[in-house]
């Protein structure tokens, strides 16, 4: 079956480090996104990228950063400037009559 | 550039009761409007969409919504609630045309159905 496969499902970071969240999906997409997702904020754009190698900050890049190497992956990277990094991360592809979305990781600094 | 509002953050609702759930956008540009349905620590499935042709629109499990161009909503409905329908429902929104095609989502409505 075609669809994205987000891992891990749980992610533990401790202060000061680097963690990866990886996005794979196999419908022939070229678009895809990730979202943040807070409690009573809905989803917040942190990345898309619309064709390999390329890719463009949403509305809350700072402390993220991406790469779009294959068509298939698209990993997100939360980094040490990223101050407040609990929440769960919702990744997606898609085009413009909709998207399809993983099941989410779900980061905790600890 | 777009916006959706979802003007209810909680709806609680006995079950067999009807349901409704606000959506508003604005767009200067004709849009394609969606709902999606999230239940607790999964992704989001798609509910149903309209992208033109009939202003009404149906999902298979009984939830149907209203694109209303004059009021610039679309809202959600359900004539008999049940359980399984407790999730968060998001109402998104994106332009017609461009490149970008990027979706533009509400804060969520927290949907619960009380026995």
């Known amino acids: 079956d075609g669809g994205i496969t987000q891992s891990p499902k749980y992610l533990f970071r401790k202060e000061g480090q680097n963690v990866t969240l990886s996005c794979e999906q196999n419908l022939n997409h070229d678009a895809m996104y990730w979202y943040r997702q807070d409690p009573g904020q809905g989803l917040r754009l942190i990345y898309y990228?619309?064709?390999?190698?390329?890719?463009q900050k949403g509305d809350i890049a700072e402390g993220y950063s991406v790469s779009r190497e294959k068509k298939e992956s698209f990993p997100l990277t939360v980094t040490s400037a990223q101050k407040n990094p609990t929440a769960f991360y919702l990744c997606a592809s898609g085009t413009g009559v909709g998207y399809t979305f993983g099941s989410g990781t779900r980061l905790t600094v600890v | 550039a777009q916006s959706v509002t979802q003007l209810d953050s909680q709806v609680p609702v006995f079950e067999e009761a009807p349901v409704e759930l606000r959506c508003n956008y604005s767009?200067?540009?004709?849009?394609?409007l969606f709902w999606y349905v999230q239940y607790p620590n999964q992704g989001l499935q798609l509910l149903l969409k309209?992208?033109?042709?009939?202003?009404l629109v149906e999902s298979i499990n009984g939830f149907e919504a209203e694109f209303n161009k004059s009021q610039t909503s679309f809202h959600l409905r359900k004539p008999s609630v049940h359980i399984s329908d407790t999730a968060e429902y998001f109402c998104a929104v994106t332009t017609l045309g461009g490149s970008a095609r990027q979706l533009t989502f509400g804060s969520g409505t927290q949907l619960t159905v009380l026995p």
């Open positions: 309209y992208l033109s042709g009939s202003t």
């Open positions: 767009s200067s540009v004709s849009v394609y």
């Open positions: 990228s619309q064709i390999v190698n390329d890719f």
